[in-house]
């Protein structure tokens, strides 16, 4: 499972810093070794990128066609973390850079940067990280690829349904089923939400009101190994988005438009609807994309290796 040495990161947790004795440079490689361990190869191919519909022709995602017309593309192979992005690696990160002063402000501190050892903290050093903007998570996979020298990134969307979707199966969930049984854990009133519950279910799907989520690795994987590409929280891709891009989508690994469309700020597409919240209407299945602003907070991710050999 995702995460580092309980003990370091006690360390990080009671100074918010690295104080003597922690060891920065061994947090650092903890985190390194862990982001390199936790990659999954996926052989590249062929598949359908978009909403393939069900049996009876109706299509999975209803509330917008964002994910339609679907079209046929081809990856090549690269690696993808098993595991979303977790508080604990993030705020080695953020220490590692000189980050947190960036977001004094107390909210955006408590909310987007704390981390806890203290496993019914929503922010436990194991449970997905939020980041306050899309520069942080595409920011993170830089450092590791500075780092490591392995070139890390944000998945494209079509590498990120392709691995969803164990190499392009026609499943509209990506748990080990291909259906989806939701965990009730956020079901109740909040003052009612415990996490020493244990989990049950294959998925966590939930009011986008919540902030609390379980640990990575709390269901069972898709079949290619992946844990939490449906539910949990949703997940930062590099393209930007653009609503009728299915449309223009090259064959050959398509990385989404060049530049920005539309007015406005400017946004990268979101996957994993139903960790946000939103799995009314097939807003939890692979298919459903959307928008969100580059500064847009509380998105979580992953990151993957874009090499053709598997790299463990």
Not at 50 to 60: F, H, L, M, Q, V
Not at 175 to 194: A, H, I, Q, S
Request: charged fraction near 25%.
């Amino acid at each position: 499972m995702s995460g580092i040495d309980p003990l370091k990161i006690a360390c990080l947790v009671v100074a918010q810093a690295f104080i003597s004795g922690c060891g920065e440079d061994g947090l650092v490689s903890s985190v390194l070794e862990q982001a390199t361990d936790n990659q999954v190869f996926v052989k590249g191919g062929e598949f359908v990128l978009g909403d393939i519909g069900k049996p009876d022709g109706s299509p999975y995602v209803t509330l917008t066609d964002h994910s339609r017309p679907v079209v046929k593309v081809r990856v090549d192979s690269y690696s993808i973390s098993r595991y979303e992005t977790t508080w604990g690696e993030m705020a080695v990160y953020y220490e590692e850079l000189d980050r947190r002063h960036l977001y004094a402000e107390e909210f955006t501190l408590k909310k987007y940067l704390l981390v806890s050892d203290d496993p019914l903290s929503p922010n436990y050093y194991r449970k997905p990280a939020r980041v306050p903007n899309y520069g942080e998570a595409e920011g993170y996979c830089a450092w590791l690829a500075e780092r490591t020298g392995l070139p890390f990134a944000l998945p494209t969307e079509a590498q990120w349904e392709y691995a969803a979707q164990s190499r392009g199966r026609e499943v509209p969930y990506a748990t080990d089923t291909g259906d989806v049984e939701r965990d009730p854990y956020l079901r109740r009133p909040k003052e009612y939400v415990d996490p020493s519950i244990p989990p049950s279910g294959n998925a966590l799907m939930h009011s986008s009101l919540k902030f609390e989520r379980r640990p990575v690795g709390s269901y069972p994987p898709n079949p290619l190994g992946l844990y939490d590409m449906t539910g949990n929280v949703a997940e930062w891709t590099q393209d930007w988005f653009q609503e009728d891009y299915y449309r223009y989508a090259p064959y050959d690994n398509p990385r989404g438009p060049d530049s920005p469309s539309g007015e406005g700020l400017p946004s990268k597409t979101v996957r994993d609807w139903g960790g946000r919240g939103d799995w009314f209407g097939g807003g939890g299945t692979v298919f459903a994309r959307g928008g969100r602003s580059v500064d847009f907070a509380g998105m979580g991710f992953r990151c993957v290796i874009n090499h053709p050999e598997p790299i463990n």
